[in-house]
């Protein structure tokens, strides 16, 4: 339903520190075609250090990652912080 970064963001904002996400967003259940995975993580990092919280990730090497599950795994994974990079990397 892609409201996973937004109920991120609102628990952050009533101070939750603690959130599960996934490389790439894998997850989801086999047997339930089309059920939206999990958030992922590189989009959280993504989301948080744009915001100015430094969170000691180094998001190229977590996108470097998430690219090497999606060619293991062998589909496209749901993260668009993979298909676009980071805001650095696009906007000057």
Known sequence: ?????????????????????????????????????????EELVHMVEDMGVDTGVDLEAMIDVAAQAERLVGRKLPSQVLRAGPRTRTVS
């Open 1 to 41: 339903r892609g409201t996973g970064l937004a109920n991120f963001l609102a628990a952050l904002q009533l101070g939750v520190t603690d959130f599960d996400a996934s490389v790439g967003g894998l997850g989801g259940c086999p047997y339930a075609p089309g059920a939206t995975g999990n958030v992922a993580t």
